[in-house]
């Protein structure tokens, strides 16, 4: 999706950012550079959790210099990765909404392979990525094979790399979702609950690139019991009561949008 004809007409991109100070300037101008190409209209949304570093006045700044384009989401507190998420899609005002990480281990160009099959005739109500070749530790790796065999097994999603921060929806497949997770979990709950109510989707490569600044925390112990928690919490509700388990949470969309 590069030529004009073949940008959609609206799009919100957003990312969570704790403590992302030395990738935050070079991603806001990497996604100021490529989103044209790909939206003829867009927003940058930067979540700030909770930053401790200069993340939030890094933020700020490019806010008040690009004010038509770049917008901020503050926690004042670091609330976790899955809050980050939801405070990201509560943000979005457009009518497709897409993000990756603050970590600029994806490009934002390569949202055009994913807004590419959103946007065919009869295309899906959501496009997932999958890192092609994932520059992550050994451990990581071991967590996300077995995480992904416990998706298949207990909840049926056949996703093949749900965690992967690459991902674009239509507006109108999260109406209605309702979302509880402020872990690590959140993105596997997100696509738990948007097929319950019979989203399409699709998947599609996409490359993944070494991190070069700042500090991974999915695989701190506590983040993964967390993620184990809200696994099991969910688990167990969906098979008491589905029709409960699904009402419970937040919605995920916010109430301002613009077409």
């Known amino acids: 999706m590069t030529a004009a004809s073949a940008r959609i007409p609206a799009f919100s991109f957003f990312f969570p950012a704790h403590d992302e100070q030395d ?10 550079e490529a989103l044209p190409a790909l939206a003829e209209r867009f927003e940058i949304i930067a979540v700030d959790d909770g930053s401790t570093d200069a993340t939030p006045a890094i933020a700020d700044r490019l806010a008040a210099e690009h004010p038509d384009l770049v917008r901020v989401v503050h926690h004042r507190t670091n609330l976790g990765y899955g809050a980050a998420l939801r405070s990201g899609f509560a943000a979005a005002r457009h009518p497709v909404i897409g993000f990756t990480d603050g970590d600029r281990q994806f490009r934002v160009a390569d949202l055009g392979r994913l807004l590419a099959l959103l946007d ?23 967590y996300a094979r077995l995480y992904r065999l416990a998706l298949r097994t207990f909840y049926g999603l056949g996703v093949r790399d749900v965690d992967c921060a ?22 596997a709950e997100l696509l738990i609950k948007v097929t319950a109510r019979g989203a399409r989707l699709e998947e599609v490569g996409v490359p993944h690139y070494p991190r070069t600044a700042g500090r991974a925390t999915g695989a ?24 409960a388990a699904l009402a419970r949470g937040v919605p995920v969309l916010g109430t301002d949008t613009r077409g």
């Not at 690459?166 to 993105?187: H, I, N, Y």
């Open 220 to 243: 701190k112990i506590r983040v993964i019991l967390r993620a184990v928690r809200d696994f099991w919490l969910l688990r167990l509700r969906l098979w008491a009561n589905r029709r």
């Open 166 to 187: 690459c991902k674009v929806f239509r507006r109108e497949a999260l109406a209605g979702v309702r979302l509880e997770s402020g872990g690590a979990f959140l993105s």
């Open 23 to 32: 990738n935050l300037e070079a991603l806001v101008a990497e996604a100021l």
């Open 120 to 142: 065919r005739p009869g295309g899906p109500d959501a496009v997932v990525g999958y890192r092609l070749r994932r520059a992550d530790p050994v451990v990581r790796l071991v």
